[in-house]
């Protein structure tokens, strides 16, 4: 089977940053749907984990934690798919990735793919939708209810894959306020148009932005992205017993600042249900369910943005280059196999 991976860690620019490899087709343990890889997207984790995970010497690393596809074949415990079937899911961290032509996952952290979106569409939801809603819904105890809820919440960095889903979600499913922050007018607009209430720049001081909003206490945020040098700017704006979650990876936080307001720091990764193989580790496999019912009923939308055309290591190169410069906007796809 054909797929992409690497053998060193290398700059992107690197010839070698990536390849087309050809791999033996893998079986599927008892719990594990073999999948036919329609689509896939990329999210900053493939090239935090391209950077810093080199292969031992002699091996490869498929990366890609989103993909969209077909049952192909199933293991001997499964129970919630057969082949044939239509599905979408975020894989392992603990496993090879996405980024091949069949794949093993555990049925348990899929779902079935949205009726109405094609595989393209499908692919660009599932890791920043699961890491959307634990954030909000798990780690934030936002309260899924469209009852006027007298709190704002905060989420730095609107445009980018996790907060696309982040704003819909929040504007849909619970009755908070919503500021979000994007630094350029096109990325300003794409937070408005999935349902921000208003949009500020992360890029400049924030707390006099939102002080001059005179919006509800800002008792939630959401941080993800430019945790490191946000952090006391954020502690400032959250209110007292407050919260704030970040799924990015500071090198540096001070978690003292938030003492003076009894506020909480939270940590969202949305691998951590399938690395450490939980009793909950269906609810990724029911949350993918709701997602797609959301998306087939109109409530939601999907974030596809880009299309790089198949899955090939020069496209994917394109597509860790842009997500690296930090100014993409939505999800990047890539479909089908050469």
Known sequence: ?????????????????????????????????????????????????????????????????????????????????????????????????????????????VGRKPKTLSFAQAAALPLTSITAWELLFDRLGARPSKAFDPRTLLIVGGAGGVGSILIQLARRLTGLTIIATAS??????????????????????????????????????????????????????????????????????????????????HWEAMFARSSYQTADMIAQHDLLDEIAGLIDTGVLRTTHQQSFGFITAANLKRAHALLESGTSIGKIVLEGWE
């Open 184 to 265: 350029r007018p096109e990325t300003r607009q794409w937070c408005l148009d999935l349902g921000a209430h208003t949009v500020i720049d992360h890029s400049q001081p924030m707390k006099p932005q939102v002080d001059a909003l005179k919006l509800p206490p800002v008792a939630l945020i959401a941080s993800l992205t430019g945790t490191e040098g946000h952090f006391p700017a954020l502690v400032e704006i959250l209110a007292p017993q407050g919260k704030i979650g970040l799924i990015d990876d500071p090198a540096t936080l001070n978690p003292m600042l938030l003492k003076p307001k009894s506020a909480s720091l």
């Open 1 to 109: 089977m054909k797929a992409v991976g690497y053998i060193k860690s290398l700059l992107i620019d690197d010839p070698e940053a990536l390849l087309d490899l050809q791999l033996s087709t893998p079986a599927p343990g008892a719990r594990d749907l073999r999948v036919a890889v329609k689509a896939i997207s990329v999210n900053p984790v493939d090239f935090k984990v391209r950077k810093r995970a080199a292969p031992p010497a002699g091996e490869h690393k498929i990366l890609g934690y989103d993909a969209a596809g077909v049952v192909e074949a199933v293991g001997a415990e499964v129970t919630l798919f057969q082949p044939g079937d239509e599905v979408f899911y975020a894989g392992s961290i603990q496993r090879p990735g996405t980024n091949a032509e069949l794949h093993l996952v555990d049925e348990r952290i």
